[in-house]
């Protein structure tokens, strides 16, 4: 490489030295999430003191990876990181619950243990519980790196700013999308490919509801994409496989998708019959 080039380079490295390492970031919140769920942890310990030391540790990280970013918080870093932490005993609590919504809903689910150690859906939403707090507290950056995380681990991609209520349910998950200013009530239940989305993707429309409204008690199935800020999914609605809605619907309904398949007899050809499709 030419020297000039080399140059270049080392200037943008030396002032992104105070950046946060994503892999940092993204390796704290494994451990976040395995001293919260004992089936995921690495270590088992053998007293409250070492499990004390071991979440001190972790606040501990947390706050020099946010005194890196300290020129552009909202807040000081200790402050952030305290208030941070503060919330682990109620995002323990919603994704038991997250859980609990997922073995139910699936016959496949032998246990809570289970979903918590090998689900995709609950590991795509556990990240998001975790992301979703530094976006709120207004933390640039970081929430994006633990949701682009968990969406390349997961295929499942929810952005930090969505608002979701609790047992959340996520069943198989690959390719769903939920947007930034989706709202999710309580006790709701999404299949695969499913998309909540936006109408429009101009950028003049950054800081406006584009994204939808899915009441408490909705099961949306594969492939249904749901579109726009003022669409509203009433309660206790389901919406079938691959329905496109950009509409509100009142609660207790139900909207499918029918296709025309038609399907016909016929004798066995004596002779075998290529299809070109």
């Not at 020129?71 to 609990?100: F, R």
């Not at 199935?221 to 749901?226: E, L």
């Not at 691959?242 to 025309?260: A, D, G, I, K, M």
């Amino acid at each position: 490489m030419e020297s000039e080039f080399l140059q270049h380079l080392y200037e943008q490295h030396r002032r992104a030295q105070h950046q946060v390492s994503a892999s940092s970031l993204c390796d704290l919140a494994e451990r976040v999430l395995q001293l919260l769920f004992p089936p995921l942890a690495d270590m088992r310990f053998d007293s409250e003191k070492a499990l004390e030391v071991y979440a001190l540790g972790l606040k501990n990280d947390l706050l020099l990876l946010l005194l890196n970013l300290e020129a552009v918080l909202p807040a000081p870093a200790t402050e952030l990181a305290q208030q941070l932490m503060e919330k682990l005993a109620p995002i323990h609590t919603l994704l038991l619950h997250d859980a609990q919504a997922i073995a139910a809903g699936d016959p496949a689910a032998q246990s809570v243990e289970e979903v918590i150690r090998t689900y995709p859906g609950f590991k795509a939403v556990a990240f998001y519980r975790l992301a979703h707090e530094f976006y709120r507290l207004g933390i640039p950056l970081l929430p994006r790196v633990l949701s682009e995380y968990a969406h390349a681990k997961t295929g499942i991609d929810i952005h930090p700013g969505a608002q979701i209520g609790s047992h959340f349910c996520i069943d198989h998950g690959t390719g769903i999308v939920i947007g930034e200013t989706t709202h999710i009530g309580n006790y709701v239940k999404i299949y695969q490919g499913v998309t909540l989305g936006a109408l429009s993707v101009d950028k003049t429309m950054a800081n406006i509801k584009r994204h939808p409204t899915i009441e408490h008690h909705v099961v949306v199935y594969a492939g249904a994409t749901i579109l726009g800020g003022n669409t509203v999914v009433g309660a206790h609605s389901i919406i079938g496989g691959n329905v496109w809605l950009t509409e509100s619907v009142p609660p207790y309904s139900r909207v499918y998708h029918n296709p025309q398949i038609n399907v016909r007899r016929s004798p066995e050809p004596a002779d075998a019959i290529n299809y070109s499709i």
